[in-house]
């Protein structure tokens, strides 16, 4: 496998390699057996204890890994994507959990809270971040279809919008359609609902909470109104089983073949082509477009524009917390998708089981230290 993956680093062998990558994945998804629809009522909580759906990701990211300083494959950015959400929603889960209504913490208690919300900025801002570089890429992608006039059958706008994916390489549609993301969007952005409550109406007075207020408001995109886009998707998603009949068994191929792919299914066009001429149109009305197209979204990894080219060769992003590290700092990598990780006692606050998370990687593999490490690695 390791001599395919330095062979397939030739653009001859490109298609092929792609092509069979697909088959691999999509094998060791059928001997393994782990079921990655979650298009039905999932509770998130079960999803997050099974530690396949880590290991298949970590599996389907490395395999289009070409090394720090070149692109990744579609395929590779969908799992190095949801990895970074997974990871989020298991920090969010275990630090963010809301206090209950009407009670009012100790002194010391609260301060502890407000350190784990600091130590959460890196976190909540990427995802953040992630949230703006999908609606953008959607733009993009809304423009394609409406480059296509009304009389154009539907197939050719199918084929018009896969090649303009393929084209920029970007996962902003498959996060959407894929239902394992979908799904950690969803329970991301409801700690999200309850930080904002919080902002608003108790913590106004502390400057961690005006921080946090601030990062919130510097968002194109109001995070209410990607939320009823996820929500139209997943409805326009069920629809689409529901009324073409589409059984079970079709219904997993469908969502194992977008999440390995990058690509979404043309038995999804109907939601597809809702989403990018009805859901984004209202969208827009409550954007500020010229904002979110300067929204600096370079940090992230999955773009493979000059300004994210830059930003890769020049800075080193811990995966773990999500901040820029210093030239010089000692870093940990990963073994397996080279992400790193700064190698110095955990900052103020951090809680105990947030300590014992950062022993492996995002994508569940061991850390290597790196001595005097000065070269750039953004993961």
């Known amino acids: 496998m390791e001599l395919f993956q330095n062979e397939h680093l030739r653009e001859d062998n490109f298609a092929k390699a792609s092509t069979f990558l697909k088959l691999f994945l999509s094998d060791v998804h059928r001997v393994i057996s782990v079921n990655v629809d979650f298009s039905g009522d999932t509770k998130t909580e079960l999803y997050l204890r099974n530690g396949l759906h880590q290991r298949m990701l970590s599996m389907q990211l490395s395999l289009g890994y070409r090394g720090e300083q070149q692109h990744r494959s579609l395929s590779s950015k969908v799992a190095f994507a949801i990895l970074q959400l997974r990871w989020a929603t298991l920090t969010f889960a275990m630090g963010l959990k809301p206090n209950p209504p ?20 890196g976190i909540i801002s990427w995802t953040l971040s992630l949230m703006n570089y999908v609606v953008d890429e959607l733009f993009t992608l809304a423009a394609t279809t409406e480059d296509h006039s009304a009389s154009e059958d539907a197939s050719s706008s199918y084929d018009a919008v896969t090649h303009k994916i393929s084209e920029l390489n970007t996962p902003a549609l498959a996060l959407l359609f894929v239902s394992q993301s979908r799904l950690l969007f969803k329970y991301n952005f409801r700690f999200f609902r309850n930080l904002s409550v919080e902002i608003t109406q108790q913590r106004s007075h502390d400057p961690t909470w005006r921080e946090l207020g601030a990062i919130f408001s510097k968002s194109p995109v109001p995070l209410q109104q990607f939320e009823k886009v996820l929500a139209e998707v997943d409805a326009s998603v069920r629809s689409v089983y529901e009324l073409e009949h589409v059984p079970e068994a079709e219904r997993k191929d469908i969502e194992k073949s977008m999440l390995i792919t990058g690509s979404v299914s043309p038995r999804l066009w109907p939601a597809l082509e809702r989403l990018l001429t009805k859901t984004l149109k209202s969208l827009r009305e409550d954007v500020d477009v010229a904002e979110l197209y300067f929204h600096d979204v370079s940090w992230l990894g999955l773009s493979d524009d000059q300004a994210s080219d830059r930003w890769r060769k020049e800075h080193r992003l811990d995966v773990i917390r999500k901040v820029e590290l210093p030239k ?12 790193v990780m700064e190698d110095a006692p955990p900052p103020k606050g951090t809680a105990g089981w947030l300590v014992s998370m950062w022993r492996t ?9 790196m001595k005097d490490e000065t070269q750039n690695g953004s993961g």
Request: contains cysteine.
């Open 102 to 121: 009407g009670m009012t913490l100790p002194a010391d208690a609260e301060l502890k809270r407000t350190e784990t919300v600091r130590s959460f900025f």
């Open 328 to 339: 010089r700092a000692r870093v940990r990598q990963c073994t397996r998708c080279c992400s």
């Open 361 to 369: 990687c995002v994508c569940g593999n061991w850390w290597m230290g």
